[in-house]
């Protein structure tokens, strides 16, 4: 009888132990969980990054949909960037061609839209030269080639801002100047954001 209460005994007692030791860890863990530093989630980053450009709303709702290919790299961020500033100059670019083929315009209208097409071109083109630096980034030459993206993406600013100068000097339908300044307006603020990115890169040397 008295091996029995023995054993019940160290039984009971082993588990009581057991439960100590469990509940000692559980708590453990929990606080390391609240305590352990919170890694930002990629939409955060993007807005935060955003912040420091010059139209942050837009630059927040043209990037978030790529937080997943962005994460948290500074470089992905400003591919990105200039990814949507080239894709909306080309949508321009094609919507004033269809505009320009239709007719319907003035003489000095058609030429400033002419003008402005062909200022959308160049940025275009400097865009598209920009990525491709971009993409073929390497070793001790990347801060020269950032440079060039510097260079290239600040030009395609200047042609955006001269296509702009060019239809608010002309005399244009007012409908018309509107909705297609409205247009070019938006190009030259993605391309703002993204050489904001671009010089971010330049001067903190955040490659990855």
């Not at 990814?83 to 100059?89: D, H, R």
Request: proline residues 3%; hydrophobic residues 40%.
């Amino acid at each position: 009888m008295e091996n029995h209460v023995s054993a019940a005994a160290s039984s009971f007692l082993l588990a009581g132990l057991f439960a100590l030791l469990f509940t000692s860890f559980h708590w453990k863990a929990c606080d390391g969980a609240r305590v352990g530093p919170q890694k930002p989630t990629n939409t955060e980053f993007i807005r935060t990054s955003c912040s420091a450009t010059e139209y942050p709303i837009l630059c927040f709702d043209s990037l978030s949909s790529y937080a997943s290919t962005i994460q948290n790299s500074p470089m992905k961020l400003a591919d990105a960037a200039l990814t949507v500033s080239l894709s909306t100059a080309r949508s321009t670019s094609t919507m004033m061609s269809r505009m320009s083929a239709a007719g319907g315009m003035k003489p000095r209208e058609a030429a400033a839209v002419s003008d402005c097409m062909e200022n959308l071109g160049d940025s275009v083109d400097e865009l598209q030269e920009s990525l491709a630096e971009m993409a073929h980034m390497r070793g001790k030459n990347m801060g020269l080639q950032i440079n060039d993206i510097q260079t290239w993406v600040s030009a395609a600013l200047t042609d955006d801002d001269t296509c702009m100068d060019g239809l608010a000097a002309n005399a244009m339908n007012g409908e018309v100047k509107n909705a297609v300044r409205g247009h070019v307006v938006n190009v030259a603020q993605l391309t703002s954001n993204a050489l904001a990115f671009i010089n971010a890169l330049s001067s903190t040397r955040s490659y990855p």
